[in-house]
């Protein structure tokens, strides 16, 4: 099938990139030229394990091309993905401005002759369809010439291209037979294991993406709530996660306590549902919490850090172990490490920060207010103190000894839980972590 991505930052770029895998020819449309340009010379504009390998060998094939055109762009598709940013407005609400104002394009140029399938690929409100739809009819489309679907992403950052390749789900959104038939010919190679493709109305299809997102926020924050509880009565949290965990009810992902989520998902998701709800006059209690709780979390080390060194952060150098909001992912959208880092500073101490990808990305925002380390141990080099942030896998087994040998004190906080509470013990660490007892 030919097909029109349009829109190549995280979910357009992967997108594109992998149905052009399974063999049909995609053009991918984006107004950046000089992210045009770098992408069809080879050079891939994010970090995603997996995907410059398939990226490279779909763009030598022919199968995957770039363009600044929407026209050329859309030209030949029968399919096109809307693939576009949907930042949260001062008030939680998706700004659809981006995609609306596309859908107003295509339908100028869109041939009444045409026939053409236009999907929101992009997390987008319940009733956005409907505007798309409006925004098209109202710019000259025939109402005959095209669909308009909803079909969420379901992408983790980090294993994009396994989540694309191998879904759980398709979820489709549509109340088209035609538009129908055309994706589930488009989708079949993907669920050949079995796994559905799930048919719904559009509005059902769109609140699912909210939905699912808010789910997992929710027991992300249950953990972290069960944590602190932890903290006060004494009891371990890893215990507690294995102990629930083992109910095949609850199940065992997404119990991890640690300093909040983050990432482009979840945060703007959580709010952007929330804010529907409040325009339908439903008070959706359990999000609020959730909101609330993980503002707090991604601090919640802080008060720990200053009474270690007896409310006095000025002068002291902090080393800080991650800067992406999750490992495997450059992506530093609302990490808590921003928000640790921004409380540091603020205290009056310096900040020395090494994370495998996301550091280009924090020096972009915050130039030379910290430290960036060569590597994880430079960042240690005469630190008083280090902060996990993020748990890169490089992390989890260290070198402790070398770790001893940089810092002043042998003190770690540990927002991700990364170490064994015996072994810190037996090394002579002062060690606070999260819902676990205190070492030192």
Sequence with gaps: MKIAVVGTGYVGLV??????????????????KSKVDKLSSGTITIYEPGLEKIFLRNQKEGRLNFTTSLADGIKDAQIIFLALPTPPGEDGSADLKYILGVAADLGKIIEPTDYKVIIDKST???????????????????????AVVSNPEFLREGVAVDDFMKPDRVVIGTSSEKAKKILNDLYAPFVRQGNPIIFMDEKSAELTKYAANSFLATKITFMNEIAQLCELLGADVDLVRKGIGS????????????????????????????????????????????????????????????????GNL??????????????????????????????????????????????????????????????????????????IATEWSEFRTPDFEKITGLLKNKVVFDGRNLFDLQQMQDLGFYYVSIGRKVIG
Excluded at 15 to 32: H, P, Q
Aim: overall charge negative.
């Design 247 to 310: 109910d095949e009810r609850i199940g065992k992902r997404f119990l991890f306590p640690g300093i909040g989520y983050g990432g482009s998902c979840f945060p703007k998701d959580v709010q952007a549902l929330a804010k529907s709800s409040k325009e339908v006059n439903y008070d959706f209690k359990i999000l609020e919490a959730v909101m609330d709780v993980n503002s707090k979390q991604k601090l919640h080390l802080l008060p720990s850090i200053k009474k270690y060194f007896n």
């Design 314 to 387: 000025k002068g002291k150098k902090i080393a800080l172990w991650g800067l992406a909001f999750k490992p495997n992912t450059d992506d530093i959208r609302e990490a808590p490490a921003l928000y640790i880092i921004d409380a540091l500073l603020a205290e009056g101490a310096a900040v020395s920060a090494f994370d495998p990808e996301g550091m280009p990305n924090v020096k972009q925002l915050l130039g030379d207010k910290i430290y960036f380390a060569n590597n994880q141990y430079d960042a240690l080099q005469d630190a008083d103190a280090l902060v």
């Design 124 to 146: 987008v409100p319940v009733g956005t369809s409907d505007k798309v739809h409006a925004a098209l009819i109202k710019s000259g489309a025939n109402e005959n010439s095209f």
């Design 15 to 32: 997108t594109g990139t992998c149905f052009a895998e399974t063999g049909n020819k995609v053009t991918c449309v984006d107004i950046d």
